[in-house]
């Protein structure tokens, strides 16, 4: 049967586990100059309602190394769920090509697409989560910290699609994971409860950053507006200030904090350049192994 990632919870610990490995593999053999292209012939079809910098750039790369082939579909040319059903784009899509990676506003379009189409469906955002994104983020704190013992992430922020793949994260691996966001910026509460229950990590939701940062090993922010949410931009700005990640801030945190933040920033926002500049930000890493990390979905899903 066809698997497809939508949630970090469509696999499990191990298979978790058993993609950071192929992940650490591939990533060393590019890094060598060495060739592994398991996928010659096979062709992925990007869709995407929403712009990109990263996620584009690092399927359609990672494609081209597995010996593979991206398409890339701007927001003109599908008009998913407008110009075209969902489900007859999953259905025309199948025809041509062997896996599909889909950037989408509506989640409920993204299970859609995963039930029409009969290939591998890849959930590149929607407005509830990002799981390419934190499953990249969490292989790149274990780079740098090699195991997951007691560690803290302070996310600093909006309880947004980013925030919430962080939590799917925590009902598959132990973390200690503190969000501090605002009132009326809190995740989506059914994915809090199934991650509370699933009872293996420690989720708590603070409304105060200084509280979250005191012993984090890890400060995660993201932008204040979400991409769809322009028009909140101005009130965002004025509700999220008190929550920048700043110099001032991470003076509370431990000296060896990582900074973490998805990427695109909105410097002097969200963050600061002193800290996104500085010398415990981690953010390019991050940024790398989006790559290496999908590439080792793909190979996952399609093996
Ligand atoms: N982090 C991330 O998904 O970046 P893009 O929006 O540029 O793809
Ligand atoms: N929360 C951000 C993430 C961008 C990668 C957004 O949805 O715009």
């Keep these: 049967m066809k698997r497809d990632f939508i949630h970090i919870t469509d696999f499990s610990s191990d298979e978790i586990q058993e993609i950071f490995e192929l992940t650490a593999k591939m990533k060393t053999l590019v890094k060598a100059g060495r060739e592994y292209a398991p996928l010659k012939g096979k062709n992925m079809a990007m869709i995407f309602a929403k712009p990109s910098a990263r996620t584009r750039i690092s399927f359609e790369t990672g494609m081209s190394q597995l010996g593979g082939h991206a398409i890339y579909l701007s927001p003109d040319d599908i008009g998913i769920g407008k110009r075209e059903a969902v489900k007859d784009i999953a259905r025309v899509i199948s025809r041509y090509d ?54 803290k992430v302070a996310f600093v922020g909006d309880g947004n699609n980013v925030a919430n793949s962080w939590i799917n994260l925590a009902a598959r691996l132990p973390l200690h994971f503190m969000l501090a966001s605002p009132s009326g910026y809190d995740p989506d509460e ?20 200084v509280e979250a940062v005191t012993d984090a090993d890890v400060i995660y922010t993201d932008v204040w507006a979400s991409m769809g949410q322009e028009v909140e931009a101005e009130k965002r700005r004025r509700d999220f200030l008190p929550f920048q ?43 790398e192994n989006r790559m290496h990390v999908q590439k080792a979905i793909i190979v996952k899903l399609l093996k």
């Design 98 to 151: 062997e896996i599909i990676m889909a950037r989408l506003f509506d989640h409920a379009h993204m299970l859609e697409l995963a039930e029409f189409a009969t290939v591998p469906v890849i959930n590149g955002l929607t407005d509830l989560n990002h799981p390419c994104q934190v499953m990249a983020d969490i292989f790149t704190v274990l780079e740098h910290r090699k195991h997951l013992n007691d560690l």
């Design 190 to 209: 059914t994915i809090l409860k199934n991650a509370r229950s699933a009872g293996i990590s420690r989720i708590e939701i603070v409304r105060d950053p």
């Design 245 to 287: 990640v700043n110099g001032e801030l991470i003076r509370h945190a431990r000296k060896d904090v990582l900074i973490m933040h998805c990427l695109p920033a909105h410097r002097g926002d969200e963050i600061t350049d002193e800290v996104i500049d500085g010398p415990n930000s981690i953010v390019f890493d991050e940024a």
